[in-house]
T-cell receptor, first 116, second 114 residues
Framework: DVKVTQSSRYLVKRTGEKVFLECVQD?????MFWYRQDPGLGLRLIYFSYDVKMKEKGDIPEGYSVSREKKERFSLILESASTNQTSMYLC???????????????FGPGTRLTVL | GENVEQHPSTLSVQEGDSAVIKCTYS??????FPWYKQELGKGPQLIIDIRSNVGEKKDQRIAVTLNKTAKHFSLHITETQPEDSAVYFCAASAMNTGFQKLVFGTGTRLLVSP
């Protein structure tokens, strides 16, 4: 059974704290993604990675950074958390096709982050 | 960049009825259109997808249609059941620095009443 796990289901942090969200997949996928989900806005791509130590900015990268030191692990970092980063964060992974085309993304259960 | 609009935002149907969710996209270069279902407390899960070289795809009670000329695609669920109740997201592909990415719609909350 394929699996994407996220380190926490719920997280409460204070403004200005450095926050790490961890994601691990056991499917040997090359691609990994971080999205945030907000009511009325759907899912928005923050960053993605197509290989170890590689990263690409998505649509809303400001205030975030990422790290991919191992193929199975993709971390999202909030350098200095702010209240407008309160959201549901979803990690996903997918296979890299030969033509770099998209295919099924497998999502983790999400981390609901509250920044006070 | 790509923009995906999804309607309606909420949809209530009786068990056994059909449900239709519609999406429009802006980038004529988009060529991949998946639909995801998100149940309460879970991450989204792919239920069906379509590529631009076909106009319709079916999988049991679920079908997706694509009109590339009009730039819209739709999800059709027939004989709805209470377990179909969830939030559904459409998405369209877009290019991002040489790699494809997905741009998601804003979601439709489907409620199927017994």
């Amino acid at each position: 059974d394929v699996k994407v796990t996220q380190s926490s289901r719920y997280l409460v942090k204070r403004t200005g704290e450095k926050v790490f969200l961890e994601c691990v997949q056991d499917m040997d996928h090359e691609n990994m993604f971080w999205y945030r989900q907000d009511p009325g806005l759907g899912l928005r791509l923050i960053y993605f990675s197509y290989d170890v130590k590689m990263k690409e900015k998505g649509d809303i990268p400001e205030g975030y950074s990422v790290s991919r030191e191992k193929k199975e692990r993709f971390s999202l970092i909030l350098e200095s958390a702010s209240t407008n980063q309160t959201s549901m964060y979803l990690c996903a992974s997918s296979l890299l096709t030969s033509g770099k085309l998209l295919n099924e993304q497998f999502f983790g259960p999400g981390t609901r982050l509250t920044v006070l | 960049g790509e923009n995906v609009e999804q309607h309606p935002s909420t949809l209530s149907v009786q068990e056994g009825d059909s449900a239709v969710i519609k999406c429009t996209y802006s980038d004529s270069a988009s060529n991949y259109f998946p639909w995801y279902k998100q149940e309460l407390g879970k991450g989204p899960q792919l239920i069906i997808d379509i590529r631009s070289n076909v106009g319709e795809k079916k999988d049991q009670r679920i079908a997706v249609t694509l009109n590339k000329t009009a730039k819209h695609f739709s999800l059709h669920i027939t004989e709805t059941q209470p377990e179909d109740s969830a939030v559904y997201f459409c998405a369209a592909s877009a290019m991002n620095t040489g790699f494809q990415k997905l741009v998601f719609g804003t979601g439709t909350r489907l409620l199927v009443s017994p």
